[in-house]
């Protein structure tokens, strides 16, 4: 089986996969938004598909992900050592967070391909943000933790294209049960605020 995790692949292949990862998103983008006349959108169609069979002609059976501990590397790094979360994956949500103690914030823009109400963040997103933001937090902490509850309140429409500060705390911990929480800020406006429970599955073998 070809390697899934990027400890197990080059320096070189790792940066080539987030650079692709990054240029996808920027593609899925451009054709959620593109206005070009038909002719011009079914050519660049054609075009995305021969490039498809490109990167088929060998594939890893999942898509590249990072080792669990790298969160934990990431914060024994202190705030100014970024971990940026789905990094080889364009469909995932990408968050460069930055841990402190038990604590961890990200700030990231949510543009047109995260859309739900015209203007607004969908809250599917804004529930897979802060349910990474929370769970990675865990992760850092060491803790091989899963998410059993997510509980979320949407105070206030989230608005596309602006600058949503995030932030998480662990709550406690007791026994195999781990308390998060978090939200996301606009403008100093709290627009979602997520308690999250963590359950240890170590010794668990899937
Ligand atoms: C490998 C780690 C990588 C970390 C990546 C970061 C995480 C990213 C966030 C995610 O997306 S995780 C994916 C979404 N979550 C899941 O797929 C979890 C699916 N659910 C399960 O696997 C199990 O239901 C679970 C591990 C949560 C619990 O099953 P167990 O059989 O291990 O639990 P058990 O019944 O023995 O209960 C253990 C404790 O948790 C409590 N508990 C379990 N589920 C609960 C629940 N839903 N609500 C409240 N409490 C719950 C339970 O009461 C008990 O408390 P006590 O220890 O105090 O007795």
Redesign the pocket.
């Known amino acids: 089986m070809s390697a899934v995790t990027t400890s197990e692949v080059g320096h070189d292949q790792v940066a080539a996969a987030a650079e692709l990862t990054e240029a996808t998103r920027r593609l899925m983008l451009a054709a959620a938004t593109t206005d070009l006349d038909p002719d011009e959108v079914r050519a660049a169609g054609r075009a995305m598909d021969a490039l498809t069979r490109t990167l088929s002609a060998r594939s890893r059976p999942r898509a590249l992900r990072a080792p669990?501990d790298g969160p934990a590397d990431a914060r024994a790094g202190g705030p100014d050592s970024p971990w940026r979360s789905f990094a080889y994956n364009p469909q995932a949500f990408p968050l460069e967070m930055h841990f402190d103690g038990r604590s961890a914030r990200a700030r990231t823009t949510a543009n047109s391909l995260y859309e739900g109400p015209p203007g607004l963040v969908h809250g599917g997103f804004t529930a897979h943000l802060l349910?990474?933001l929370?769970?990675?937090l865990?992760?850092s902490l060491g803790l091989?933790?899963?998410?059993?509850?997510l509980d979320l309140r949407y105070l206030a429409p989230t608005p596309l294209d602006v600058p949503l500060d995030l932030h998480a705390r662990v709550v406690d911990t007791?026994?195999?049960?781990t308390r998060a929480e978090g939200w996301i800020e606009h403008d100093g406006v709290r627009t979602v605020e997520a308690h999250g429970?963590?359950?240890d599955?170590t010794g668990?073998t899937r």
């Not at 007791?174 to 049960?177: A, K």
Request: hydrophobic content about 40%; cysteine-free; overall charge positive.
């Open positions: 669990f349910d990474s929370l769970g990675t865990t992760q091989r933790a899963v998410t059993a509850t007791t026994g195999r049960r429970l963590f359950i599955i668990r």
